[in-house]
């Protein structure tokens, strides 16, 4: 074999090993891109739960603090005491609709003390009274004398409630409690980050009668899917649903949540995640399912991903075009001196 043809194949070696490690370089600085898709994913999710245990603690706090205003009401107080229930009402309806405009409250009971608290008045339905209250949160205010207040997921939906004792000169009047629905405030975390928010219940909890008699056409969200429901969603359409999979049951979910990944929709590129939301009584009923719109950073991340491999390549093709020029300079030269010419 000539030296010529052994430097030719070496130029072919290292060439084709700069090709190597450049294509090597790119794939590790992709699974770098990658690793940062997932750390933005994660850090969404933890973001998200974040937002609403501060966005629930905030409603509680705003609620509490109407109670307190609307306990010392004497006039309240007095109808309350009378068991006047009509009079009770004309005085409580004017209130309740300055508090749904202004603080978005929903609902507003008054119930009778006793070893079975039943309902004296709901003022937003003021027909429906006489029921045994059963709910976590007014057994805990019954039992401490003082606040009780969480999520509690009714037949079809979930309200924030909150519940007092009603104590004058030590004597126990009742109890007064103040609820949200729970889509209010998705809706408030939406407007603050853009993104977009799904409570998945398992159908377990779910009246399926009651569910579509209340929704009556928009039902069909019951069909999505077999094991899981939207209760609560932003994205109107049920949408969010089909996109969670099966890792999104809140049985499966580890407290901390878990990272759900990446995918394209509608020419979007969504991250999305899901962490498990208790009620009241600390029971596990729904996952809060998260999605991001990270098309833009995905753009970013695609196109850094082809600069790197552009980028690498060369400097693999340059790195093997030095080690040739080496090679020829400092091996296959000294290998091959010039002839010398005859004297003439």
């Known amino acids: 074999m000539t030296r010529t043809s052994t430097e030719l194949r070496l130029a072919v070696a290292l060439v084709a090993l700069g090709v190597l490690a450049g294509g090597a370089g790119a794939e590790l600085v992709t699974r770098v891109f990658e690793a940062r898709v997932e750390a ?19 409603e509680v706090e705003k609620l509490g603090a109407t109670l307190d205003a609307l306990l010392a009401s004497r006039e309240l107080r007095a109808a309350f ?9 004309r005085l ?17 009971y008054f119930v009778e003390p006793g ?10 339905r003021p027909g429906l009274f006489g029921d045994v209250v059963e709910r976590t949160t007014l057994r805990r205010a019954a039992a401490g004398g003082e606040e009780g207040a969480g999520l509690e997921l009714g037949r079809t939906a979930f309200a924030l409630r909150v519940v007092r004792p009603w104590v004058v000169e030590g004597r126990l009047l009742g109890y007064m409690e103040l609820a949200e629905d729970v889509d209010r405030f998705l809706s408030t975390m939406k407007t603050r980050t853009g993104d977009d928010y799904g409570l998945l219940v398992p159908k377990r909890f779910i009246d399926e009668a009651a569910w579509r008699a209340v929704l009556g056409p928009r039902a069909t969200t019951w069909d999505a899917r077999p094991d899981l429901l ?4 932003t994205d109107l359409t049920g949408g969010l649903a089909g996109l969670a999979g099966p890792d999104a049951d809140v049985d499966r979910l580890p407290e901390a949540g878990r990272f759900l990944g990446e995918v394209e929709k509608a020419g979007r590129v969504l991250v999305h995640g899901a962490f498990p939301i208790a009620d ?3 029971r596990r009923v ?17 196109g850094g991903r082809w600069q790197a491999y552009g980028l690498l390549l060369l400097l693999g093709l340059a790195g ?14 000294p290998l091959n001196p010039p002839r010398e010419r005859p004297a003439p």
């Open 40 to 58: 933005v994913g994660a850090a969404v999710l933890t973001g998200a739960n974040e937002a609403f245990r501060a966005q629930q603690a905030a």
């Open 92 to 108: 409580a309806a004017p209130i309740l609709d300055v508090l749904r405009e202004r603080e978005q409250v929903s609902h507003w």
């Open 320 to 333: 093997s075009a030095a080690a040739i020029g080496l090679a020829h300079r400092l091996v296959f030269r």
């Open 115 to 124: 070893p079975a608290p039943r309902v004296f008045l709901r003022v937003h």
């Open 230 to 233: 939207v209760v609560e969603a």
């Open 280 to 282: 009241a009584g600390g």
């Open 286 to 302: 729904a996952a809060l399912h998260v999605v991001h719109d990270f098309t833009v950073h995905h753009a970013a991340v695609r």
């Open 81 to 89: 005491e009378r068991r006047d229930r009509e009079g009770l009402q």
